[in-house]
């Protein structure tokens, strides 16, 4: 029997969930934590209808607080049938209504709107033209370069990308210690990087992932001049 596009897609799609590699932990077992996230998924273009925009907010903020329709439909006493249109863009709420669904969900009435036409931002930055900013280890002749910074966004967390830079008027510093996490890529030359109380000796290609709580920096400079990807991530409540 000839096999139609959904059927090749679909097959398509199992045959690639048995061959996709499982990440692996540092030890060579792999990891079984699922990731939840599909960096594919595209919402839809008719997001930017005030509808369909309010629909959205509606439905992540009530599986946020992990109940269901008919919990909702109890604590407005707005029907199920209206919510499901609501919560699928297919009719405009009344104040009213927005006032109701805003107590019963714990959010601002403004809340709903926030994705209505909400502007992204991107940072695009040319090849040496990244901006050498003052951190704690410049004092050691590491030179920080960074290549972009977006401050309040929808995501809800500030990420810091660099390029740091070492060179033999370079020197070991203090470890480093702060909030958030932080992603290592070494692009040149070698370095034994410490975290924590353990010793990770990085050549090029190699990464470095690690909760930035802990005591972190470059332990010994192997091999000068060296560069390397510095990507610190923390939440926006603290930025500043």
């Given at each position: 029997?000839?096999?139609?596009?959904?059927?090749?897609?679909?097959?398509?799609?199992?045959?690639?969930?048995?061959?996709?590699?499982?990440?692996?932990?540092?030890?060579?077992?792999?990891?079984r934590t699922p990731l939840t996230q599909n960096p594919h998924a595209i919402r839809d273009?008719?997001?930017?209808?005030?509808?369909?925009?309010?629909?959205?907010?509606?439905?992540?903020?009530?599986?946020?607080?992990?109940?269901?329709?008919?919990?909702?439909?109890?604590?407005?006493?707005?029907?199920?049938?209206?919510?499901?249109?609501?919560?699928?863009?297919?009719?405009?709420?009344?104040?009213?209504?927005?006032?109701?669904?805003?107590?019963?969900?714990?959010?601002?009435?403004t809340a709903f709107f926030r994705r209505f036409e909400e502007e992204r931002s991107a940072?695009?930055?040319?090849?040496?033209?990244?901006?050498?900013v003052e951190r704690r280890g410049t004092r050691a002749g590491h030179q920080y370069n960074?290549?972009?910074?977006?401050?309040?966004?929808?995501?809800?967390?500030?990420?810091?990308?660099?390029?740091?830079?070492?060179?033999?008027?370079?020197?070991?510093?203090?470890?480093?210690?702060?909030?958030?996490?932080?992603?290592?890529?070494?692009?040149?030359?070698?370095?034994?990087?410490?975290?924590?109380?353990?010793?990770?000796?990085?050549?090029?290609?190699?990464?470095?992932?690690?909760?930035?709580?802990?005591?972190?920096?470059?332990?010994?400079?192997?091999?000068?001049?060296?560069?390397?990807?510095?990507?610190?991530?923390?939440?926006?409540?603290?930025?500043?």
């Amino acid at each position: 029997m000839a096999k139609t596009a959904s059927d090749l897609k679909n097959g398509a799609g199992a045959a690639l969930a048995k061959t996709k590699p499982s990440p692996k932990a540092t030890d060579g077992r792999t990891i079984r934590t699922p990731l939840t996230q599909n960096p594919h998924a595209i919402r839809d273009t008719r997001e930017k209808v005030l509808e369909v925009a309010i629909g959205r907010e509606v439905r992540a903020f009530r599986k946020k607080l992990g109940i269901t329709v008919a919990d909702l439909a109890v604590a407005t006493d707005i029907s199920l049938g209206m919510l499901s249109k609501i919560e699928n863009g297919i009719t405009s709420p009344s104040l009213t209504t927005l006032q109701a669904l805003s107590r019963a969900l714990g959010v601002p009435v403004t809340a709903f709107f926030r994705r209505f036409e909400e502007e992204r931002s991107a940072v695009f930055v040319k090849a040496g033209e990244g901006l050498d900013v003052e951190r704690r280890g410049t004092r050691a002749g590491h030179q920080y370069n960074l290549l972009g910074h977006i401050g309040s966004n929808t995501s809800g967390v500030v990420v810091e990308p660099y390029l740091i830079t070492l060179t033999e008027d370079s020197d070991v510093f203090p470890t480093f210690q702060h909030e958030g996490m932080e992603f290592l890529y070494m692009l040149e030359g070698e370095v034994t990087y410490r975290h924590g109380s353990n010793l990770y000796p990085m050549k090029p290609g190699d990464s470095l992932f690690f909760d930035a709580d802990a005591p972190h920096g470059p332990e010994v400079l192997t091999v000068l001049p060296m560069r390397y990807l510095s990507i610190i991530c923390y939440p926006q409540s603290s930025a500043g």
